[in-house]
């Protein structure tokens, strides 16, 4: 039985380390002793030699790593995929292994020259022969799966490789008779994991820890119940040998100075094909367009890494680069994923940031019948807030309410198809919903650098602005919001109690009252605590003038949402002469409309306050519509609700004490939304005198 499985080994005549191509061969460049690597190898060598025979393949002057025969090839029955090394170093040996494979008999399939793929570093069978790992994400390329698929007629499973000590599939993952795996999980992303796990079960899964794992202890030769190793603890030993393995310790430590192991320094070239296979892989691919600044403004860089962090893999097909300043870019981008679901993820973060689908691939989006009102079929697109058209019947129409977080419904009537973002309670029977991502594009300007300049809120395209430039920002903002109330526009605040608290009451009644503010979202709280201070000079019962509590004042809020609920509403309290200044009474006074949605906390409530949040929302909407600015203030809750309900292209300004909450809301990931970390109450003080000065008479002594 034995001396039918072979071994393909190459002597270590020419091996050293000459360069650095993977992290462990870093500093170790000639630090592996010569005569140490010689005893070595034929120690293992000869262990090999115990268990099956073994073939050799000259070593070749210049050519260091060829030691590591593992790399040769991908082995099945009498077919060989021969490897496309990824890096230069390496490549020289391709021929070599060639000629080997050729001369022995083999099937020799090669890959196209620019599709790294390295053998059996790579790709490794199930010990049953039932299907093939295939690692990627370091050395072999994804799209190299379908083709190894293919050409060996068997299911392959991609497996993505997410730490750079571990580049090869054979040093982190080792298949073991039986159905046994050895593997040391860290290796791979949370989809791979789980895809191992739905394979091989608990009980056949051997978890190497990381002291094992660096001493590649995954990188073992396995042959029947034998496994041939370097040094492993005595945990790892006794849990082999309770599943009933032979371990075999061998020393390689000179081997580990370039990257290898036991493993790395064979190929089985025995690979019996299983009767029961067939093809099958997952892989899928795609191709996608970019246009515009995309190097100016970061959004190649950000679409390749989210096509990789999402766990797919891609290939620049075509890079144009705008030459002059002012000129765009197109780049085609061919992206890969190991599943149709990662394939969906990444479209649809890939649309999110503008990418189209070539002409010629356009389709028609999918669609599927709402079945049950308030609910979406299972894979409906989900909504940005950028503006987005969707292709039904061959043409493309541009979604109306644009928002985050919705579901595209379509509708015919006798004035076209019509299409709408809508909330999964507001869709009806009868409407068909946009499922999948293919058929739907976003618009997405990439602003050139000059523009980016130029623009009022170019400043604020940085994110979080740091305490300096609070005043910058005030400044800007000003500057907007005199801009906007000259022209009419609409500028909607969304603010939080700690307004009132921190002294910003005042100033923000200002800003109602000459005509800065069309519209006011908040909760209970706000306006209580303003109509606190304004008929008793507390905030939650703090004397606001000299910061101190007041005797009893902890029941102050509570008297005045009783007075208010007397009269009925904040209007009719104002009327009455019981509300006399503050923010409430300058809304009610200057016909500045207000939403207040209640929550679980509230106390009372105000009479006005609208505990049906469904209700809420739409008010918080309907005050939205056509909103040019919002001006967040010291509200986590109240502005996330009104960031989603936005779409792109409203500036949004968003103050906060706490830098989390501001980044939160300025992650938009577009130009027009800024964060400051500052005191609100400052902040709105800062504002009301910057104001102020834009409305004196112009001096020439101020410049
Ligand atoms: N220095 C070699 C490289 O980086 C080591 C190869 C190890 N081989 C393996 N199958 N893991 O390519």
Known sequence: MTDLIRFLMCAPDHYDVDYVINPWMEGNIHKSSRDRAVEQWHKLHHIIKEHAIVDLVPPQ???PDMVFTANAGLVLGNTVVISRFYHKERQGEEPHFKEWFLNQGFIVHELPKDLPFEGAGDALLDREGRYLWAGYGFRSELDSHPLLAKWLDIEVISLRLIDDRFYHLDTCFCPLTGGYLLYYPPAFDSYSNHLIEMRVPSEKRIVVQEPDAV??????????????????????????TNAGFNVIETPLTEFLKAGGAAKCLTLRVTEPVMPERSATVQVESRVVRMEGHLLDSGLINQALDL?????????????NLGEQRQSTSLAEVKVSAPSHEIMEEIMSQLIEIGA?????????AKLEPVEKNGVAPDDFYVTTIYPTEVRVKGQWI?????????????????????AKCKILRDLEVGEQVVVDVVGIRTIRKTESREKRNTEEFSFMSAGVSSERRVELVVEQVAWELRQIRDRGGKVVVTAGPVVIHTG???HLSHLIREGYVQGLLGGNAIAVHDIEQSMMGTSLGVDMKRGVAVHG???HHLKVINAVRRHGSIAKAVEAGLITKGVMYECVKNN??????????DDGPLPDTQMDLIKAQEEYGELLRGAEMILMLSTMLHSIGVGNMTPSGVKMVCVDINPAVVTKLSDRGSVESVGVVTDVGLFLSLLVSQLDKLTRPYSLAEG
């Open 61 to 63: 002057k210049g050519w």
């Open 215 to 240: 001493n590649f202890a995954c990188n073992a030769v396995n042959i029947n119940q034998n496994i041939i190793m370097n040094k492993v603890s005595e945990q790892l030993k006794s849990n082999l």
């Open 307 to 319: 096509i990789v962090e999402g766990g797919g893999s891609f290939k620049v097909l075509n890079f």
């Open 356 to 364: 189209l689908v070539p002409t010629e691939d356009v389709q028609d």
């Open 398 to 418: 541009r979604l109306q309410n644009q928002r985050m977080d919705g579901a595209i419904a379509i509708t015919e009537t006798e004035n076209g198809i019509q």
């Open 504 to 506: 910003g009451g005042s």
């Open 553 to 555: 004042g902890h029941r």
């Open 592 to 601: 500045v409309p207000f939403a207040l949605a209640g929550s679980i906390r």
